[in-house]
Protein backbone atom coordinates (compact mmCIF):
# COMPACT_ATOMS: atom_id res chain seq x y z
CA UNK A 1 0.00 0.00 0.00
CA UNK A 2 1.17 3.76 -0.96
CA UNK A 3 2.61 5.45 2.41
CA UNK A 4 -0.23 7.88 3.78
CA UNK A 5 0.41 11.91 4.03
CA UNK A 6 -1.36 13.18 7.07
CA UNK A 7 -1.43 16.48 8.15
CA UNK A 8 -2.37 17.91 11.95
CA UNK A 9 -3.33 21.64 11.38
CA UNK A 10 -3.32 23.32 15.31
CA UNK A 11 -4.28 27.12 15.24
CA UNK A 12 -1.40 29.23 17.34
CA UNK A 13 -2.41 30.64 20.86
CA UNK A 14 -5.71 30.41 18.92
CA UNK A 15 -8.25 32.23 22.08
CA UNK A 16 -5.73 35.45 22.15
CA UNK A 17 -4.80 35.38 18.21
CA UNK A 18 -8.62 35.92 17.40
CA UNK A 19 -8.39 38.80 20.15
CA UNK A 20 -5.49 40.12 17.88
CA UNK A 21 -7.46 39.51 14.88
CA UNK A 22 -10.44 41.91 15.82
CA UNK A 23 -8.52 44.46 17.55
CA UNK A 24 -4.49 44.72 15.66
CA UNK A 25 -3.98 47.94 17.78
CA UNK A 26 -3.40 44.99 21.01
CA UNK A 27 -0.89 43.01 18.45
CA UNK A 28 2.32 44.05 20.18
CA UNK A 29 1.37 43.56 23.99
CA UNK A 30 0.84 40.64 26.05
CA UNK A 31 -2.54 39.26 25.74
CA UNK A 32 -4.04 36.41 28.35
CA UNK A 33 -7.61 35.38 27.83
CA UNK A 34 -9.24 34.04 30.65
CA UNK A 35 -12.28 32.62 31.92
CA UNK A 36 -13.25 35.44 35.26
CA UNK A 37 -15.37 33.30 37.66
CA UNK A 38 -16.70 36.62 39.14
CA UNK A 39 -16.41 36.18 43.07
CA UNK A 40 -13.69 38.84 42.91
CA UNK A 41 -12.23 41.24 39.72
CA UNK A 42 -9.14 38.69 40.03
CA UNK A 43 -11.02 34.96 40.06
CA UNK A 44 -10.69 32.68 37.75
CA UNK A 45 -8.36 31.16 35.21
CA UNK A 46 -6.14 31.91 32.04
CA UNK A 47 -7.53 30.11 29.32
CA UNK A 48 -4.44 31.19 26.86
CA UNK A 49 -2.52 34.04 26.28
CA UNK A 50 -0.31 35.25 23.61
CA UNK A 51 3.47 34.46 22.83
CA UNK A 52 4.58 38.21 24.00
CA UNK A 53 2.95 36.54 27.37
CA UNK A 54 4.37 33.33 27.80
CA UNK A 55 7.68 34.84 27.40
CA UNK A 56 6.26 36.21 31.26
CA UNK A 57 6.11 32.89 32.38
CA UNK A 58 2.00 32.73 31.55
CA UNK A 59 0.59 29.74 31.22
CA UNK A 60 -2.81 28.02 30.12
CA UNK A 61 -4.62 26.67 33.35
CA UNK A 62 -3.13 29.23 35.39
CA UNK A 63 -4.82 31.29 38.24
CA UNK A 64 -5.22 34.86 36.86
CA UNK A 65 -3.95 36.68 40.09
CA UNK A 66 -0.99 35.43 39.32
CA UNK A 67 -0.88 36.15 35.70
CA UNK A 68 -1.35 39.45 36.22
CA UNK A 69 1.48 39.60 38.97
CA UNK A 70 3.73 38.08 36.53
CA UNK A 71 3.16 40.48 33.65
CA UNK A 72 2.85 43.46 35.82
CA UNK A 73 4.24 46.80 34.52
CA UNK A 74 4.05 44.76 30.99
CA UNK A 75 1.02 47.03 29.73
CA UNK A 76 -0.52 43.31 29.45
CA UNK A 77 -4.17 43.33 27.68
CA UNK A 78 -6.76 41.08 30.06
CA UNK A 79 -9.74 39.77 28.04
CA UNK A 80 -12.70 37.49 28.82
CA UNK A 81 -12.88 34.50 26.87
CA UNK A 82 -15.71 35.40 23.77
CA UNK A 83 -16.78 31.66 22.40
CA UNK A 84 -18.92 32.84 19.83
CA UNK A 85 -16.31 34.71 18.17
CA UNK A 86 -13.83 31.74 18.34
CA UNK A 87 -16.46 29.39 16.81
CA UNK A 88 -17.05 31.59 14.22
CA UNK A 89 -13.31 31.87 13.39
CA UNK A 90 -12.73 28.59 13.62
CA UNK A 91 -15.63 26.98 11.43
CA UNK A 92 -14.33 29.70 8.60
CA UNK A 93 -10.79 27.82 8.46
CA UNK A 94 -12.48 24.56 9.29
CA UNK A 95 -14.71 25.15 6.05
CA UNK A 96 -11.32 25.96 4.03
CA UNK A 97 -9.21 23.16 5.49
CA UNK A 98 -11.78 20.95 4.75
CA UNK A 99 -11.56 21.38 0.89
CA UNK A 100 -7.76 20.28 0.87
CA UNK A 101 -8.17 16.88 1.90
CA UNK A 102 -10.00 13.49 0.91
CA UNK A 103 -10.86 13.09 4.53
CA UNK A 104 -11.76 15.72 7.42
CA UNK A 105 -11.15 15.04 10.94
CA UNK A 106 -11.96 17.76 13.59
CA UNK A 107 -10.61 17.39 16.99
CA UNK A 108 -10.93 20.45 18.98
CA UNK A 109 -12.52 24.08 18.10
CA UNK A 110 -8.76 24.45 16.94
CA UNK A 111 -7.15 21.07 15.76
CA UNK A 112 -7.73 19.03 12.49
CA UNK A 113 -6.88 16.06 11.12
CA UNK A 114 -6.30 16.08 7.05
CA UNK A 115 -5.43 13.11 4.91
CA UNK A 116 -4.29 14.73 1.69
CA UNK A 117 -1.90 11.65 0.14
CA UNK A 118 -4.36 11.64 -2.56
CA UNK A 119 -3.57 15.73 -3.07
CA UNK A 120 0.02 14.88 -3.20
CA UNK A 121 0.27 12.39 -4.42
CA UNK A 122 1.81 10.19 -1.67
CA UNK A 123 5.00 12.60 -1.67
CA UNK A 124 6.29 14.45 1.25
CA UNK A 125 8.45 16.76 -0.62
CA UNK A 126 4.87 17.95 -2.57
CA UNK A 127 3.60 17.71 1.18
CA UNK A 128 5.65 20.76 2.16
CA UNK A 129 4.54 23.24 -0.72
CA UNK A 130 0.67 21.77 -0.01
CA UNK A 131 0.94 22.79 3.11
CA UNK A 132 2.74 26.17 2.88
CA UNK A 133 -0.46 27.18 0.62
CA UNK A 134 -3.46 25.93 2.96
CA UNK A 135 -1.27 27.80 5.51
CA UNK A 136 -1.14 31.22 3.27
CA UNK A 137 -5.04 30.71 1.73
CA UNK A 138 -6.37 30.69 5.97
CA UNK A 139 -3.86 33.43 6.19
CA UNK A 140 -5.23 35.62 3.05
CA UNK A 141 -8.91 34.44 3.85
CA UNK A 142 -9.33 34.58 7.83
CA UNK A 143 -5.72 36.42 9.02
CA UNK A 144 -5.33 33.32 10.81
CA UNK A 145 -1.95 31.62 11.51
CA UNK A 146 -1.32 28.03 12.61
CA UNK A 147 1.29 25.07 12.85
CA UNK A 148 1.65 21.81 10.33
CA UNK A 149 2.69 18.48 11.54
CA UNK A 150 3.02 15.87 8.26
CA UNK A 151 3.78 12.23 8.98
CA UNK A 152 2.71 8.95 7.22
CA UNK A 153 -0.22 8.77 10.42
CA UNK A 154 -1.92 10.74 13.16
CA UNK A 155 0.26 9.58 15.77
CA UNK A 156 3.58 11.41 13.93
CA UNK A 157 1.73 14.65 12.65
CA UNK A 158 0.75 15.18 15.80
CA UNK A 159 3.88 15.18 17.45
CA UNK A 160 5.36 16.92 14.39
CA UNK A 161 3.46 19.83 14.94
CA UNK A 162 3.75 20.18 18.35
CA UNK A 163 7.45 20.19 18.06
CA UNK A 164 7.25 23.92 16.44
CA UNK A 165 5.16 26.41 17.02
CA UNK A 166 4.06 28.86 16.50
CA UNK A 167 3.90 29.48 12.56
CA UNK A 168 5.31 26.17 12.30
CA UNK A 169 5.72 23.30 9.39
CA UNK A 170 7.31 20.21 10.37
CA UNK A 171 7.40 17.23 7.95
CA UNK A 172 8.98 14.23 9.48
CA UNK A 173 8.57 11.32 6.51
CA UNK A 174 8.18 8.40 7.38
CA UNK A 175 11.75 6.70 6.68
CA UNK A 176 12.12 9.64 9.66
CA UNK A 177 10.04 9.02 12.20
CA UNK A 178 11.42 6.43 14.66
CA UNK A 179 14.58 8.84 14.72
CA UNK A 180 12.31 11.96 15.29
CA UNK A 181 10.07 10.52 18.51
CA UNK A 182 13.55 8.19 20.19
CA UNK A 183 14.71 10.88 22.31
CA UNK A 184 11.45 12.77 23.35
CA UNK A 185 9.88 11.97 26.44
CA UNK A 186 7.08 9.06 27.09
CA UNK A 187 4.43 11.91 27.74
CA UNK A 188 4.51 13.08 24.49
CA UNK A 189 2.46 10.29 23.43
CA UNK A 190 -1.22 10.61 23.77
CA UNK A 191 -2.79 8.15 26.64
CA UNK A 192 0.92 8.56 28.59
CA UNK A 193 0.05 10.73 31.71
CA UNK A 194 1.53 11.54 35.22
CA UNK A 195 0.85 8.06 36.03
CA UNK A 196 1.83 5.92 33.61
CA UNK A 197 4.62 7.91 32.44
CA UNK A 198 5.92 7.06 36.38
CA UNK A 199 4.79 3.81 36.08
CA UNK A 200 7.17 3.48 33.00
CA UNK A 201 9.87 5.17 34.33
CA UNK A 202 9.98 2.78 36.84
CA UNK A 203 10.59 0.16 34.85
CA UNK A 204 13.50 2.34 32.73
CA UNK A 205 12.13 3.75 30.37
CA UNK A 206 11.78 7.25 29.92
CA UNK A 207 11.82 8.32 26.35
CA UNK A 208 9.67 7.10 22.95
CA UNK A 209 12.91 5.32 22.13
CA UNK A 210 13.51 3.42 25.51
CA UNK A 211 9.58 2.20 25.38
CA UNK A 212 10.00 1.21 21.62
CA UNK A 213 12.81 -1.54 22.22
CA UNK A 214 11.15 -2.45 25.14
CA UNK A 215 9.42 -6.25 25.27
CA UNK A 216 6.28 -6.04 23.92
CA UNK A 217 4.83 -9.03 26.51
CA UNK A 218 6.50 -7.11 29.46
CA UNK A 219 4.73 -4.26 28.43
CA UNK A 220 0.98 -6.59 28.26
CA UNK A 221 1.99 -7.65 31.75
CA UNK A 222 2.18 -4.49 33.52
CA UNK A 223 -0.23 -2.17 31.50
CA UNK A 224 -3.00 -4.80 29.92
CA UNK A 225 -3.16 -6.44 26.39
CA UNK A 226 -4.98 -3.06 24.67
CA UNK A 227 -2.80 -0.42 26.50
CA UNK A 228 0.57 -2.50 26.18
CA UNK A 229 -0.01 -3.35 22.40
CA UNK A 230 -0.94 0.30 21.71
CA UNK A 231 2.09 1.71 23.70
CA UNK A 232 4.38 -0.43 21.41
CA UNK A 233 3.15 0.44 18.19
CA UNK A 234 3.27 3.85 18.93
CA UNK A 235 6.48 4.25 20.34
CA UNK A 236 7.36 2.20 16.90
CA UNK A 237 5.62 5.33 15.09
CA UNK A 238 2.92 2.70 13.89
CA UNK A 239 -0.78 3.92 13.71
CA UNK A 240 -3.24 3.05 11.37
CA UNK A 241 -6.05 4.84 12.86
CA UNK A 242 -7.90 6.68 9.40
CA UNK A 243 -8.94 10.26 9.30
CA UNK A 244 -12.74 10.23 9.78
CA UNK A 245 -15.41 12.84 10.67
CA UNK A 246 -16.11 12.43 14.35
CA UNK A 247 -19.53 12.60 15.45
CA UNK A 248 -21.23 12.00 12.40
CA UNK A 249 -24.53 13.69 11.66
CA UNK A 250 -27.02 11.11 12.49
CA UNK A 251 -29.52 12.75 10.26
CA UNK A 252 -30.14 15.81 8.59
CA UNK A 253 -33.26 17.85 7.88
CA UNK A 254 -34.93 20.70 6.85
CA UNK A 255 -38.24 22.05 7.98
CA UNK A 256 -40.58 25.33 6.77
CA UNK A 257 -43.54 26.83 7.23
CA UNK A 258 -46.44 26.32 4.06
CA UNK A 259 -47.52 29.95 2.81
CA UNK A 260 -51.02 28.80 3.10
CA UNK A 261 -52.58 25.62 5.22
CA UNK A 262 -52.87 23.39 2.73
CA UNK A 263 -54.05 19.85 0.79
CA UNK A 264 -52.45 20.44 -2.16
CA UNK A 265 -50.02 18.04 -2.64
CA UNK A 266 -47.98 20.09 -5.70
CA UNK A 267 -47.87 23.28 -3.28
CA UNK A 268 -46.35 20.71 -0.41
CA UNK A 269 -43.80 19.76 -3.25
CA UNK A 270 -43.14 23.14 -4.00
CA UNK A 271 -41.84 22.98 -0.19
CA UNK A 272 -40.02 20.12 0.08
CA UNK A 273 -38.14 20.61 -3.12
CA UNK A 274 -36.96 23.72 -1.63
CA UNK A 275 -35.83 22.10 1.65
CA UNK A 276 -34.40 18.96 -0.07
CA UNK A 277 -32.13 21.35 -2.57
CA UNK A 278 -30.85 22.00 0.69
CA UNK A 279 -30.63 18.55 2.07
CA UNK A 280 -28.63 17.46 -0.71
CA UNK A 281 -26.07 20.16 -0.40
CA UNK A 282 -25.15 19.30 2.76
CA UNK A 283 -24.81 15.37 2.11
CA UNK A 284 -22.71 16.17 -1.24
CA UNK A 285 -20.48 18.35 0.80
CA UNK A 286 -20.37 15.71 3.15
CA UNK A 287 -19.94 12.64 0.42
CA UNK A 288 -22.81 10.42 2.27
CA UNK A 289 -25.51 7.85 1.05
CA UNK A 290 -28.49 7.67 2.84
CA UNK A 291 -30.94 4.40 3.21
CA UNK A 292 -33.75 6.38 4.48
CA UNK A 293 -36.33 9.44 3.33
CA UNK A 294 -39.02 10.69 5.83
CA UNK A 295 -41.42 13.37 6.16
CA UNK A 296 -42.40 15.47 8.59
CA UNK A 297 -45.73 17.42 8.60
CA UNK A 298 -47.52 19.39 11.27
CA UNK A 299 -51.47 19.83 11.15
CA UNK A 300 -53.49 23.01 11.68
CA UNK A 301 -54.76 21.58 14.57
CA UNK A 302 -50.75 21.32 15.42
CA UNK A 303 -50.53 17.74 15.79
CA UNK A 304 -47.63 15.84 13.88
CA UNK A 305 -47.17 12.98 11.77
CA UNK A 306 -43.95 11.93 11.06
CA UNK A 307 -43.70 8.73 7.76
CA UNK A 308 -40.24 6.95 6.79
CA UNK A 309 -39.57 4.61 3.65
CA UNK A 310 -35.92 2.59 3.44
CA UNK A 311 -34.59 2.54 0.43
CA UNK A 312 -33.50 -1.50 -1.18
CA UNK A 313 -30.10 0.54 -2.11
CA UNK A 314 -28.32 3.36 -0.22
CA UNK A 315 -28.75 6.64 -2.84
CA UNK A 316 -27.07 9.42 -3.17
CA UNK A 317 -29.13 11.41 -5.26
CA UNK A 318 -31.57 14.37 -5.13
CA UNK A 319 -34.22 13.22 -7.17
CA UNK A 320 -34.23 9.75 -4.98
CA UNK A 321 -34.91 11.84 -1.89
CA UNK A 322 -38.26 13.69 -4.10
CA UNK A 323 -39.31 10.69 -5.58
CA UNK A 324 -39.68 8.90 -2.07
CA UNK A 325 -40.97 12.56 -0.54
CA UNK A 326 -43.70 12.69 -3.52
CA UNK A 327 -44.87 8.69 -2.60
CA UNK A 328 -45.30 9.68 1.22
CA UNK A 329 -46.87 12.64 1.21
CA UNK A 330 -49.26 11.13 -1.90
CA UNK A 331 -49.87 8.30 0.70
CA UNK A 332 -50.00 10.38 3.87
CA UNK A 333 -53.00 12.64 2.12
CA UNK A 334 -55.06 9.87 1.95
CA UNK A 335 -54.76 9.06 5.74
CA UNK A 336 -55.48 12.25 6.50
CA UNK A 337 -58.11 14.93 6.12
CA UNK A 338 -56.46 17.72 8.11
CA UNK A 339 -54.43 20.63 6.60
CA UNK A 340 -50.87 21.13 6.32
CA UNK A 341 -49.46 23.83 8.46
CA UNK A 342 -45.53 22.86 8.39
CA UNK A 343 -43.36 20.09 6.14
CA UNK A 344 -40.26 18.95 6.78
CA UNK A 345 -37.79 16.35 4.81
CA UNK A 346 -35.24 14.40 6.84
CA UNK A 347 -32.42 11.69 5.32
CA UNK A 348 -30.56 9.67 7.47
CA UNK A 349 -29.16 5.56 7.69
CA UNK A 350 -25.94 7.26 6.02
CA UNK A 351 -22.63 5.42 4.62
CA UNK A 352 -20.02 7.69 4.01
CA UNK A 353 -18.54 6.69 0.12
CA UNK A 354 -14.88 6.71 1.24
CA UNK A 355 -15.49 4.50 4.18
CA UNK A 356 -17.18 1.94 1.98
CA UNK A 357 -14.52 1.40 0.40
CA UNK A 358 -11.80 2.33 2.54
CA UNK A 359 -13.59 -0.43 4.90
CA UNK A 360 -13.43 -2.78 1.86
CA UNK A 361 -9.54 -2.39 1.62
CA UNK A 362 -8.69 -2.64 4.95
CA UNK A 363 -10.83 -5.81 4.80
CA UNK A 364 -8.28 -7.05 1.86
CA UNK A 365 -5.29 -6.18 3.86
CA UNK A 366 -6.11 -8.33 6.90
CA UNK A 367 -6.56 -11.71 4.69
P1 LIG B 1 -4.08 24.89 22.69
O1 LIG B 1 -4.00 24.48 21.26
O2 LIG B 1 -3.57 23.95 23.73
O3 LIG B 1 -3.31 26.26 22.91
P2 LIG B 1 -3.24 27.56 22.03
O4 LIG B 1 -3.95 27.42 20.74
O5 LIG B 1 -3.71 28.69 22.88
O6 LIG B 1 -1.68 27.74 21.83
P3 LIG B 1 -0.67 26.94 20.91
O7 LIG B 1 -1.43 25.90 20.15
O8 LIG B 1 -0.06 27.98 20.02
O9 LIG B 1 0.30 26.37 21.88
O10 LIG B 1 -5.57 25.22 23.05
C1 LIG B 1 -6.49 25.77 22.14
C2 LIG B 1 -7.44 26.73 22.83
O11 LIG B 1 -8.12 26.05 23.87
C3 LIG B 1 -6.72 27.88 23.50
O12 LIG B 1 -6.52 28.98 22.62
C4 LIG B 1 -7.62 28.21 24.65
C5 LIG B 1 -8.31 26.91 24.99
N1 LIG B 1 -7.72 26.33 26.22
C6 LIG B 1 -8.35 26.60 27.43
O13 LIG B 1 -9.38 27.27 27.48
N2 LIG B 1 -7.79 26.11 28.59
C7 LIG B 1 -6.63 25.36 28.58
O14 LIG B 1 -6.16 24.94 29.65
C8 LIG B 1 -5.99 25.08 27.32
C9 LIG B 1 -4.72 24.29 27.27
C10 LIG B 1 -6.58 25.59 26.18
CA1 LIG C 1 -3.56 25.68 19.33
Redesign the pocket.
Known sequence: MQNRVIMLV???????QCEELRNPAIKDKPIVVGVYSGRTEESGAV??SNYIARKFGVK??MPLFLAKRKLEGADAVFLPVDHQCYDQLSERIMLILRGYATSFEQVS???AYLDVTEQVEGSFEKARNYAQKIKDDARNQVGISFSVGVGSNKLVAKIACDSQ??DGLTIVKPEEALAFLKPLDVDRLLGVGKKTSTKMAELGIKTIGDLAKYDMQKLVAVFGKTLGIYFHNAANAIDNEPVQEQGEAESISRIGTLKQDTRDLEFILQKTDELTEDIFKEIKEKKLNFKTVSIYAVMTDLSSKTRSVTLEQPAKDKEAIKRNTKTLFEKYLLESTLEIRRVGVKVSGFIKEELQQKRLSSFFQSE
Do not use: I, N
Open positions: DFDYFYASTSGVDEKP
